[in-house]
C-alpha cells in the first residue's frame, strides 16, 4: 500500500485519537491540530501529566496513555524524535486495538515505527493529519 493509502485507511478507521503532548496553548500546533480533528468528528483525548483533570474538546485530559479507559484508534505523538520510542511502546503496551501510531511533522523513529508494525498496527511518521486530510480531499 502506497503511503496515500496508509494514511486514507488510518484517517477511515479512526474514531478515537489520543493526542500525546496536547497543549493547552492555542497558539501551539498540538492545541491547533486536535481542535481541527476535534471538529472533524473525531474524539480527541488530550495526553499531558501536566494538565491532567482539566476538560479540553469536551474529554478529561489524561496524564498517560495508560489512563484512557476507552477503545483508542490512534495515537497522534507530538513529542520530540527521542522520544516518540517510548509513546509507541507504551500505546502498544496499554492499547488493545490500537490500529494506528502518527508521528507529527519532523517526529521520525523507524525503530518504533517497525515495533508498532511488527504488531500490525499503522504507521505514518513525519506528517500532520491537518494537512493531509484537506490534501486527500478527506
Known sequence: MDEDAVIRDVLARAK????????PKPERASHGVAAFLHRRGYRVIP?????????????VVRASLAEIDV???????????????????????VLP???AIW???G???ADAAARARAEGVAVVMDR????EIPRLGL
Request: proline share 5%; hydrophobic share 50%.
Open 16 to 23: 478515537v485519537i489520543a493526542v500525546v503532548g496536547w497543549s
Open 128 to 131: 500532520c493529519p491537518a494537512i
Open 103 to 105: 508521528m507529527q511533522l
Open 107 to 109: 517526529v521520525v523513529d
Open 47 to 59: 495526553v499531558n501529566p501536566g494538565q491532567a483533570g482539566q476538560v479540553a474538546l469536551g474529554e
Open 71 to 93: 477503545p483508542v484508534d490512534m495515537v497522534d505523538i507530538f513529542r520530540r524524535s527521542e522520544e516518540a520510542g517510548a509513546v509507541v511502546d507504551e500505546a502498544l503496551r
Open 97 to 99: 486495538g490500537l490500529t
